[in-house]
Each structure stands twice: as structure tokens, then as C-alpha cells.
């Protein structure tokens, strides 16, 4: 069975500062894996997926990830932080060939003050 | 394009009743949706999922007789939650995957479910 840890429930930086947001999974092999944002009430909107290639993934808003097989750790960063990255922000895996069926980590809320 | 809409966004129904909620692909045929569930403060936990033409597939602890899923067509899955309780009070979001592309299943804007 996958697992998806995210470190940290919350976590707060100042507008400007680097971002990073802690995922590791456990998986017998390595899995597909994902980061979605959440704002408040709203659905899920994928910022960048690993799926094979380059461990260095690129995504939208500035984000970017990497793969760590040897660390079975996929964690998410940004440069610098923006007011409009507040939101909710979840690392996600799914098995390989079986796209679309999710298993999540518990969410990190990144707080951005000014 | 990979619009997935879901309706409606909020809902508040009486205890006892049934409410239907709809996932809708907008602009690609599904053959496969997913419907999760997503507590207050909580991580989203997948329901169950849904193959156009078939019976849906109930994760361990969820159950089937109050959670019906039907996908019907390529485009459309409702998910009704039958006899709702305030235990039920939730946020539902359903995920579609598309045909022809083998890649992520693309999120609705997910639906609050509260019940008084």
C-alpha cells in the first residue's frame, strides 16, 4: 500500500523567502506523483507531476519539485514567496499505470505574510 | 480544455433527505471519474471510483448503499448520498479522467455538503 507523509501542517514564510514544502511516500516501487493547491471551498489545481524523465519537474506559479528515489522524497519549492501562493497544498501519488486514483498527504497550509 | 464541473458548489439539505451531486466533463470524455471526500481540517480520501457503463468500485469503509455512484455516460457521474446525517457534512470532489490522454485526472471545483 502507498503512504504520502508531508511534514509540517502549517507553514508560514515571509513574501519573498524561499518556499519549501516537505513530501515523502512510501511505495514498493516508485510511484506517480503529484502536488495540487487548494484555495478555500475551491477544487484542486495541479502545480506539477512526476511521472519519468527528469527528476527536476518545473511547474505553473513558479514551482518546481524533484524526485529523490534514494530519498523516496518529492518536495515542493519556490524561490520566492508570492501573497497569492497562500492556500493549501497537497503531495499526492498514484501507482504507475493506474493515473487518476490518488492517495494523499495530510496538506500543508503555507501562510505568506507580508 | 479538461474543464471538470461539478454542481452544485454548496448545498444544504435536512437530515433524512438525499442529495445528488453532478461531475460533469466538459470538453473530453471520461471513461473513469473518481469521487472523494474531504473532512474539515482533512486530507482528501478517495470514495470510490466510477467506470462509464459499470458498477463503481467503494474503497474499504465506504458505504455503497448510501454513497450510489452512476456513470451513466462518457461525460456525466452523480454521486447521491441517500438518508444524509450531519456526519455526511462534507466537501465532495470528484476527478476525470480522460480517454485518450493516460495522464492525471483533472479535479471539479468540489461541492459543500452540509446537513441540519
Known amino acids: 500500500a502507498q503512504s504520502v507523509t508531508q511534514l509540517g501542517s502549517h507553514v508560514s514564510v515571509s513574501e519573498g523567502a524561499l518556499v519549501l514544502l516537505r513530501c515523502n511516500y512510501s511505495?514498493?516501487?516508485?510511484?506517480?506523483l503529484f502536488w495540487y493547491v487548494q484555495y478555500p471551498n475551491q477544487g484542486l489545481q495541479l502545480l506539477l507531476k512526476?511521472?519519468?524523465?527528469?527528476?527536476l519537474v518545473k511547474g505553473i506559479n513558479g514551482f518546481e519539485a524533484e524526485f529523490k528515489k534514494s530519498e523516496t522524497s518529492f518536495h515542493l519549492t519556490k524561490p520566492s514567496a508570492h501573497m497569492s501562493d497562500a492556500a493549501e497544498y497537497f503531495c499526492a501519488v498514484s501507482e504507475r499505470g493506474s493515473y487518476g486514483k490518488l492517495t494523499f498527504g495530510q496538506g500543508t497550509i503555507l501562510t505568506v505574510h507580508p | 480544455g479538461a474543464v471538470v464541473s461539478q454542481h452544485p458548489s454548496r448545498v444544504i439539505c435536512k437530515s433524512g433527505t438525499s442529495v445528488k451531486i453532478e461531475c460533469r466533463s466538459l470538453?473530453?470524455?471520461?471513461?473513469?471519474m473518481f469521487w472523494y471526500r474531504q473532512f474539515p481540517k482533512q486530507s482528501l480520501m478517495l470514495m470510490a471510483t466510477?467506470?462509464?457503463?459499470?458498477?463503481?468500485?467503494?474503497e474499504q469503509g465506504v458505504e455503497k448503499d448510501k454513497f450510489l455512484i452512476n456513470h451513466a455516460s462518457l461525460t456525466l457521474s452523480t454521486l447521491t448520498v441517500t438518508s444524509a446525517h450531519p456526519e455526511d457534512s462534507s466537501f465532495y470532489i470528484c476527478?476525470?479522467?480522460?480517454?485518450?490522454?493516460?495522464?492525471?485526472?483533472?479535479f471539479g471545483q468540489g461541492t459543500r455538503l452540509t446537513v441540519v
Open positions: 511505495s514498493s516501487v516508485p510511484p506517480y
Open positions: 466510477s467506470n462509464e457503463g459499470s458498477k463503481a468500485t467503494y
Open positions: 512526476y511521472t519519468t524523465g527528469a527528476t
Open positions: 470538453d473530453f470524455q471520461a471513461t473513469t
Open positions: 476527478s476525470a479522467k480522460e480517454v485518450r490522454m493516460n495522464t492525471e485526472a483533472f
